[in-house]
Structures are given as structure tokens and as C-alpha cells.
């Protein structure tokens, strides 16, 4: 028996429901193949926040880095909505991703067809969509120096945040995007605003130098902000988007709203060694948590992710996506993917027709 | 008679077509109301390149410099797409914008009941769509310093673009922003990204510190992310958007693919005490020009903005305004809004009928 440490990290919110949803389907699907897991269950966030005073503990930091992998719920909540930007809860996540240098964020939006009608895109725009964005998560102008707010040579305040990349940044996280659109459809759109943005004429100069490496791979390249409009106009044409961290934050989150159901969402940030971080990519809706009214499938959805990317369990990972299908296909629905005509559950009964189908 | 001095930078691609029938409507609806128009045509873009060898001469600057307004077709084109960065059509734009210093871009989003089934959008998300977007234009990641491509300690090439705001350049783009929401619903939202980048942190607090010389204007805040996403969830929750140059860039993009027809938008860019720079959103559309396929409504809107924003006629602004909603309701369409049921018309007879109803 292969056994596996699983860092749990429910944050708030929500978070705490779904977590212990997945981790059931998780230890169900591990066990059909062989797998047995060690989790270990730890604060993060808002909830860190009000046992210990910080948002990521050093405990909770080591778990997670000590780990196989990581299954993260969700973080934040109106409750810290005040605090001052470093006694933030979605700091855990900002040390979280740096600390474990996941640079590599996969983002699949997938329209399913029992699902093609909860877009507020017409359905035949939207029936069909299946995308990757592969978004630069350690680098760009979430980290760059300097940055701050100083004051000027007018005695003025200046605000000041830096965009930038180092080539090996780009290489790398362009690889990852080549490897992924080689096992989908071959095809890999970069987006860049290389026409204004000096960093964005390096990464452009990268990723195109990259592609002799990967023949079997279509390259091409689009502006920011023309693929904020392609997503709509034609959602379709993509298959695998490279883009950078900030660019990534918005398209990624467009994307999802596309599918019309971000409760279905699950997410991956991979490192070059150490464990990987899985979460939904949905927030902790502090407004209906702790009523088991919460969406389960992006959590559970993000353990299948978890397995196949994390662990490299294909197999538990299939098992899992097939009996997210099979409990949809069967009509369960909790309220945010409701349409008459199917069964509405909460969050518990989801995950209980979900471990049924495993 | 007021007389008034107009410079027309047609441009490339279709360019020369839609400016030549917005120059028609212009000096119509100008007579109409006693004004008269001095047009100085000038050559930028592509046009300038082939004539001169740079995208923004001297000459059409001081010409557009000494307007009263300006009035420009489109740039860009396949021809000059492998040119260096300094030597591309585009940086007409960027060199007019900075130099005329029009740090405020009112980009409207607008669905034009005739038009409302025309976005991939469901008909009643779509429908009734009515924002402002008014985008910082002169300063943040496409103007600061330093940029540029350079070797790190590695010997390795590193990109850097630099995103900064000065508390004045925030403050004098946000009171352009109140002020156009108390001329429409009294709505505000500012977009930031104040949970990661500092320069969004000063701009949220110098936005915030002005609300209170607005009490009639209701002020939210919102992280670009979401409003990514609140877009295509729910349009018609936004009134006024103003948010930083990069941010606008993308967001104004995707709200005018909401809308369905990017061939009917205008847009105004305004600065302290210039000339203001009228122009439609659409590309130069190379693939069409010199067809007659063009739809000139868009740039024949930027002449009503000019009319309205930039020489204060309000009554020859509405006349063109007017003179479009009848000739659509008339049931005259180009290529690019048609739907059967109508009259597929090219840009010279659309442009005679929106001349026809001035
Ligand atoms: C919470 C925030 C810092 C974060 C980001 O911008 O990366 C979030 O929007 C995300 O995409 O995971
Ligand atoms: C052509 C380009 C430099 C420009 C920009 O990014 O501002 C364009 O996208 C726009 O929005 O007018």
C-alpha cells in the first residue's frame, strides 16, 4: 500500500464543509486504488487569524510543506475585512503560494453539458467550452521591488508596484503550459501586452523561443486585452492559455464566470519539487456558511487534481471526476447550479451521492 | 457662427472610410446648430509610416495640438505587424495620448434595444446595459519608470514594466469619474487590486478621501478580478467605472464585447485644457477596408462625443445621436449588426441615412 501525508487546510467560511466533504471522497477513491492517506488538519487564514493572531502559523506552514500535497478550503471573511492588508486573511494564501514556490496555477474552465445552460452565455456559446489557463503564480507584479507608497520630490504620495520577470521565470511556467496543451488538444495561446509592456516583450521573446522544443504544439499569441474579449466573443477557440500573474488573476476568474458555475471550479499551483496546493477557486461565502447550502464538487474536484497532479494517481483521480459526473448526471444539484426539474441537496448530500458514485 | 478648427486623423485600414462619412454627419448637424468646421486631415499610423517612415509626424501632432478636437479613424494593420516597437502604427496612439496628455478615456458600453440580441450574452443579461468607463489614460504600468529589458546578476535578461500613481494623477481622473456619475445614476465603482498591488492601495484611499465632495454619488470599490467576472454574471449592476490605465484597458474591452457590437462604440479622451481625442473602439479592421463594409456608426458616435465632450454643443451632439437610433430603427444595418429582417447596407449608405435623419 502506497500511503500519502495530505495537509488540510479548511481556512473559513465554507471552507471547513467542503474540505471535510472531499476529504471523504479523497480517502474513498485512494482506497478503491491502494492509496492510503495521513491528513493532518491545520489553520489558515481568518480562523488562524483568531486562534493564533496570524493568517499562515508557522505549524501550519510546516505541515504544509512537509506534506505530499495540500487540500486548502477557502480564506476570508467580512469578519477581517478591516485589518490592515498584512493581517489580511488572503495573506496565507500570498505566503502560501511564495513560501511553497507553487509558480505554476492550472485553471480548467470546463462547461459541462448537464451544466451548459447556468451561463449567462448563450448556450451555444457556451456548450463545448474546455480550457487550461496556465497562470505565473510567483512572479509579475505581485512580488516585484520596489513597491510601496512614498512620498515624492512635490511631497506627494506615490503608489509604485514593479512587473517583472527573469527569463527562467517565463521558461519555466511556459513549459508547463507546452506539456499541458501537448496532452490536450496541441493548441497554446500566450497572452502578453508586449505591445506597451517591456515585460511583456520578454515574455513574448520567451515563449516563442520555447516553441521549437514543442513542434507538436500550436503557439500564438494574443493582447490582454483582446482576449478579455475573446472569452466572450468565442470562448471555444482557446484550448491552453500561458499568461502571467496578474493578466492570469483576471482572465482565469473571466473564464470561470463564463462557465456560469465558479461552484464547479477547482484549482492546482504546482511547484518544481515540493507539495502542490489544490483548491477550489470559489471564495468562503461567509453569507451561507456553516448551512451546509455550500457547493461541494469544486473541493472534491480539486482532490481529483490533487491526485492527478499531486500525487500522479490517474486512476483515483478518473474515479473521482466520474462520480462527480455520475451524481450530476443523476440530477443532484446544490442552489447555486439548481434548474428545476433536478434534485436539490446541500452540501452533505451532495457529497454523500458523490462518495455513492466512487 | 462659432467656428470651430477639427483635426481628422483617419488613419489605416478602414480608417479613411468611416472618418469620411463622420465628417459628413459632423458638419451637418454642426450647421444645423450654427457651427461651422475648419477640417485639417492629417496622416498617422501605418499611412504616416509608408509617407514619412514614423508613426506620429511632427506635423500631424502640432495640427492636432492647435485643434479644437480631434477626430480619428483607426491604426494598425497586418503590413507594418513585424515592425520594431518604436516603428508600429500604435505608437501613434500612445505618442497623442501622452503628448496631447488626455489622461481621461470615457469608453460607454451601451445595448441598444435594437441591437440587444447581438451580444453572445443572454438577451436579458444583455439588454439594457448601460456604463461609463472612465480609464486613467496617461500614467500607471504604460508610462512609468524604469523599463525596459535588462541583465540581472545571473547574466540572465529580466523585463520591467513599472505600474505607478502620484496622488494627483488619482485625483484628477476620479473627479472626472464623480462627475460623470452624477451627470448619469449617481453610481460609482472603482476597480482596484488594493489586496495585492500598493499603487491600488493609494488609489483606493485617495478615491475614498474624495467621496465625501460627492455626497450625492454612491462610491463602492471592487478587485479587478471580480469585476471580471460581475461583467458577463450581471452587466447592468454598473453605472460608472473608473479604474487605472492597464486595468481599464482590458475591462472597457470586455464590456464593449458585452454589448455585442464593438462596431457602434465611441469613445472620448479628455485632457486638462487641450484638444480631446474623439475615436471609435474598433481596430483598423485591415481585412475589410476600401469594401465599403465598414460600420462607420461608431466613429459617427465619436463625433457626437466630440459635439458634447470636447466643444460643449450638446444639442449637435444629440442631433447625431438621434439621427443614428432612426436610421437603426429605420432598419439599416452593416455587415458586422445584421440580422436578417433588416437592410444590409455598406458604410457610404449607412452613412447617408444617419445623414438623411441629422
Ligand atoms: C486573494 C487574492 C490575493 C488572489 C490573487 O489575486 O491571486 C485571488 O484573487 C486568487 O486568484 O487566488
Ligand atoms: C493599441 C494599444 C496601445 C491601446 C492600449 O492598450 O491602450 C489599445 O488597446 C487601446 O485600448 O486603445
Partial sequence: KKRFNIALLPGDGIGPEVISVAKNVLQKAGSLEGLEFDFQEMPVGGAALDLVGVPMPEESFTAAKNSDAILLGAIGGY???????????EMALF???????????????????QLADASTLKKEVAEGVDMMIVRELT?????????GISINENGEEVGI???????????????????????????????????????????????TALASEY????????????????????????????TNNIFGDILSDEASMITGSIGMLPSASL?????GLFEPIHGSAPDIAGQ???NPLATILSAAMLLKYGLGEEKA??????????????????????????????????????LKSV
Same sequence: chains 1, 2.
Fill in 161 to 207: 508596484s514593479t512587473e517583472i520577470y527573469a527569463a527562467h521565470e517565463i521558461d519555466r511556467i511556459a513549459r508547463v503550459a507546452f506539456e499541458t496543451a501537448r496532452k490536450r488538444r496541441g493548441k497554446l495561446c500566450s497572452v502578453d501586452k508586449a505591445n506597451v509592456l517591456d515585460a511583456s516583450v520578454l515574455w513574448r521573446k520567451r515563449v
Fill in 95 to 113: 505566503y502560501l503560494r511564495r513560501d511553497l514556490k507553487v509558480f505554476a496555477n492550472l485553471r480548467p474552465a470546463t462547461v459541462l453539458p
Fill in 292 to 294: 451546509d447550502k455550500a
Fill in 317 to 354: 483521480a478518473k474515479r473521482i471526476e466520474d462520480a462527480v459526473m455520475d451524481a450530476l448526471s443523476r440530477g443532484f444539484r446544490t442552489g447555486d447550479i439548481y434548474s428545476p426539474g433536478n434534485k436539490l441537496v446541500g452540501c452533505k448530500e451532495m457529497g454523500a451521492e458523490v
Fill in 79 to 89: 469578519k477581517w475585512d478591516k485589518n490592515e492588508k498584512h493581517l489580511r486573511p
Fill in 215 to 242: 513542434p507538436d504544439v500550436e503557439l500564438s499569441h494574443m493582447y490582454v486585452d483582446n482576449a478579455a474579449m475573446q472569452l466572450i466573443r468565442d470562448p471555444k477557440q482557446f484550448d491552453t492559455i500561458v
Fill in 271 to 275: 511547484s518544481e519539487s515540493g507539495p
Fill in 139 to 147: 512572479g509579475g507584479i505581485y512580488f516585484g521591488e520596489p513597491r
